[in-house]
C-alpha cells in the first residue's frame, strides 16, 4: 500500500536521504531499524509531507509526494512522532476528541475500542495530559491518531525512554491494532519488540537502506547487526 522509492531529502546542504526503498504491505507490521542519525524519522516525515523531498512516495498507487501533511493525513496515514506531541494544558480525554476531529467521524474506533486497548486511559481520562506518565502520554499519541482512522499508523521509537514492561507492552498493543487490520511501520532502534513483532524489516545505515529481511533473516545475521545496529 506505501512504495517508497528513490528517497532522497535534504536538510540545507546536508544529503540526508540518499535514495530510499521501502514497501509495506495491506495488514503487514514492518520494522524501519537503525542507529540514532541515519535518517529514519526523516523518512517518517518526508512520508507524511513534513520534509521536502525528492522521489516517489506511492500510497495506494497514487504519488504524495509534495502534498501537504494535513492532506496526507486525510487519505489514511497516520503518524505517532518520536516526540510524543500531546496537548499538555488539555485532559486525556479532550487529547482524543482532537484526534476524532481529524477525522470528523468514528471510523473504526470508538472511545471504548481505545479504552479496551488502553485500560488506563479510562481510569485517567480526565487527568491533564501534561500529568500523565511517559508511557501513558504514549499510549494517549497512538490513541489520538487511531481515532483519526488511518489504514497505515507510522509510529517512532514508541518505546523510547519506557520501562521493560511497558516496552513489551507497547509490542503487545501494536500487534493488537495490526489484528484489527491497520498496517504499521515501526521505527525502533533496539531490536526488542521490532524483531517480535514485524513481518519484516528494514536497517538503515547513513541515509540508505542496508538490509532487508525477516526476523529470522536478520537474528542470523550477526554482521549486519554488528556493523548497523549494536551500540
Ligand atoms: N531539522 C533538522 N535540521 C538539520 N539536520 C537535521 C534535522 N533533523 C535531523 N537532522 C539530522 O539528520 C540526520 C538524520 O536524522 P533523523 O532522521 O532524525 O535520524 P534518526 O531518526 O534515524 O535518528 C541526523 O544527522 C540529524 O542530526
Ligand atoms: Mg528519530
Same mark, same amino acid.
Given at each position: !500500500?506505501?512504495?517508497?522509492?528513490?528517497? /532522497?531529502?535534504?536538510?540545507?546542504?546536508?544529503?540526508?536521504?540518499?535514495?530510499?526503498?521501502?514497501?509495506?504491505?495491506?495488514?503487514?507490521?514492518?520494522?524501519?531499524?537503525? *542507529?540514532?542519525?541515519?535518517?529514519?524519522?526523516?523518512?517518517?516525515?518526508?512520508? !507524511?509531507?513534513?520534509? $521536502?523531498?525528492?522521489?516517489?512516495?506511492?500510497?495506494?498507487?497514487?504519488?504524495?509526494?509534495?502534498?501537504?501533511?494535513?492532506?496526507?493525513?486525510?487519505?489514511?496515514?497516520?503518524?505517532?512522532?518520536?516526540?510524543?506531541?500531546?496537548?499538555?494544558?488539555?485532559?486525556?480525554?479532550?487529547?482524543?476528541?482532537?484526534?476524532?476531529?481529524?477525522?470528523?467521524?468514528? @471510523?473504526?474506533?470508538?472511545?471504548?475500542?481505545?479504552?479496551?486497548?488502553? &485500560?488506563?486511559?479510562?481510569?485517567?481520562?480526565?487527568?491533564?495530559? $501534561?500529568?500523565?506518565? @511517559?508511557?501513558?502520554?504514549? !499510549?494517549?499519541?497512538?490513541?489520538?491518531?487511531?481515532?483519526?482512522?488511518?489504514?497505515?499508523?507510522?509510529?517512532?521509537? &514508541?518505546?523510547?525512554?519506557?520501562?521493560?514492561?511497558?516496552?513489551?507492552?507497547?509490542? %503487545?498493543?501494536? *500487534?493488537?491494532? $495490526? *489484528?484489527?487490520?491497520?498496517?504499521?511501520?515501526?521505527?525502533?532502534?533496539?531490536?526488542?519488540?521490532?524483531?517480535?513483532?514485524?513481518?519484516?524489516?528494514?536497517? !538503515?545505515? /547513513?541515509?540508505?537502506?542496508?538490509?532487508?529481511?525477516? &526476523?529470522?533473516?536478520?537474528?542470523? %545475521?550477526?554482521?549486519?547487526? *554488528?556493523?548497523?545496529?549494536?551500540?
Amino acid at each position: !500500500m506505501l512504495q517508497i522509492i528513490g528517497l /532522497h531529502a535534504y536538510y540545507g546542504m546536508i544529503h540526508i536521504l540518499q535514495g530510499v526503498d521501502l514497501d509495506v504491505g495491506e495488514h503487514e507490521i514492518v520494522g524501519l531499524l537503525g *542507529r540514532n542519525g541515519v535518517g529514519r524519522s526523516t523518512t517518517c516525515k518526508a512520508v !507524511m509531507g513534513l520534509v $521536502a523531498a525528492r522521489g516517489s512516495i506511492n500510497w495506494r498507487g497514487r504519488n504524495i509526494v509534495g502534498l501537504r501533511p494535513d492532506q496526507i493525513a486525510h487519505l489514511g496515514i497516520g503518524y505517532v512522532p518520536e516526540d510524543r506531541q500531546v496537548f499538555p494544558t488539555l485532559t486525556a480525554r479532550q487529547n482524543l476528541e482532537l484526534g476524532l476531529k481529524r477525522a470528523g467521524r468514528f @471510523g473504526r474506533w470508538r472511545f471504548a475500542d481505545i479504552y479496551d486497548l488502553f &485500560p488506563n486511559l479510562r481510569d485517567r481520562q480526565h487527568v491533564l495530559a $501534561a500529568q500523565l506518565s @511517559g508511557g501513558e502520554q504514549q !499510549m494517549l499519541t497512538i490513541s489520538r491518531t487511531l481515532l483519526g482512522d488511518p489504514d497505515l499508523i507510522i509510529v517512532d521509537e &514508541p518505546t523510547e525512554g519506557l520501562a521493560p514492561k511497558l516496552v513489551a507492552r507497547v509490542g %503487545e498493543v501494536l *500487534r493488537e491494532i $495490526a *489484528r484489527r487490520g491497520i498496517a504499521i511501520l515501526l521505527i525502533e532502534q533496539k531490536l526488542t519488540i521490532a524483531l517480535q513483532i514485524s513481518h519484516r524489516l528494514y536497517v !538503515m545505515g /547513513h541515509g540508505r537502506v542496508v538490509f532487508t529481511g525477516t &526476523p529470522a533473516e536478520l537474528a542470523a %545475521e550477526a554482521s549486519v547487526r *554488528r556493523q548497523w545496529l549494536e551500540v
